[in-house]
């Protein structure tokens, strides 16, 4: 519904808008399934052992997306009645970067919580214990 509103703004890059708030939801559905399946202290521990960086780099990428995600759909909804479109329009792009790293984290991180794939990698010598 949400993205259909942000379609219907008529705002030249709503598609940004839209595929940002996608790559959120999905955030939250890997997270959610990977919490149910781990728990808390299994998917944190696992990644802070196994790819800190990584971690780290995923979550920073989240913030910058919920961020500029909320801003410049706060400013396309008519919620901000003062901003600049550059602004604006540079908020909405960031979005679809973002949204793009965020996506290719969790594919990332997907392989460093399965026990399996994270050993197969390792013995392969692809990534480091």
Do not use: P, Q
């Not at 030249?12 to 781990?38: F, H, P, T």
């Amino acid at each position: 519904m949400l993205a259909e509103v942000i379609r219907g703004s008529g705002y030249r890059y709503a598609e940004n808008l839209v595929y940002g708030l996608g790559a959120l939801v999905d955030r939250d559905m890997w997270v959610l399934d990977k919490v149910s399946r781990y728990g808390i202290e299994g998917v944190v521990g696992r990644l802070v052992e196994r790819s800190l960086e990584t971690f780290l780099s995923f979550t920073g990428y989240t913030m910058y997306l919920a961020f500029a995600w909320t801003s410049a759909t706060a400013a396309v909804l008519g919620l901000v009645k003062e901003f600049r479109e550059t602004n604006r329009d540079t908020l909405a792009a960031w979005c679809r970067k973002y949204a793009e790293k965020v996506e290719n984290h969790i594919d990332t991180l997907d392989l460093l919580l399965d026990d399996e794939v994270y050993g197969d990698l390792a013995e392969l010598k692809i990534i480091k214990k």
